[in-house]
């Protein structure tokens, strides 16, 4: 949905993060943007009080840093600060993968077969969007499976960090067919009950991206707005 679109007045506070956040991760809100609150207020038909929430609890998950008095910005796209986000995502990856598969069911191997069948279709139709919310589903299984609150709770903070960047290079990083034959080969690792098997293998293909956008920053592809 548009930045510009008027938000309804339920539940508010989270469909102005959910807003922002999103525009943030599409790049409507470059990294190093300077952003106001009455500004983005008035483009949301909002008064200031939830976009100054939203903006805090944006703050909280990495995607906004202010300096008080001076600026409020949208944070750059930083090599170490992505690396060790990373870190975290791929080690709490394997731990969701190897403690769901020991209970995952048909029925959830079958949602990751679906989700994944999603995503090749949306890379053939290079929909960006469609593509990472298909890959989302897929890595969400197991973590719903793992019945652990706190990771997923620490996951759904960081997934837009990394997100910024599949968006913007979503081609490079997640366009072609090894993505897709990965998703394959871990649900059938899944399904066989080799838990430690599929863990390595997940923290494999977080590697390889770790790798690929590594790459993209040795190129100088993210290019940043100044401070200003």
Known sequence: MSLDSP?????LSD??????RDSIVRGELAPGEKVKDGELAERLGLSRTPVREALARLADIGLVEAKPGVYTRITTLNRRDVEKTLAVLRSLDQLAVETAVPVMTEQDLQR??????DFERAVAANDTDAALAADDRFHAVPIAAADNPVLSRIVEQLH???HRILYRKFSTLLGGRNTIEHHGRLVEVCAGGDARAAAELSGQHWSELGGHINRLFDTNQFTEAGPG
């Open 160 to 162: 837009p960090q990394i």
């Open 112 to 117: 990751m077969r679906e989700a994944n069948r």
């Open 7 to 11: 938000v309804s007045r339920r539940l």
């Open 15 to 20: 469909e102005v993060f959910h807003r922002l």
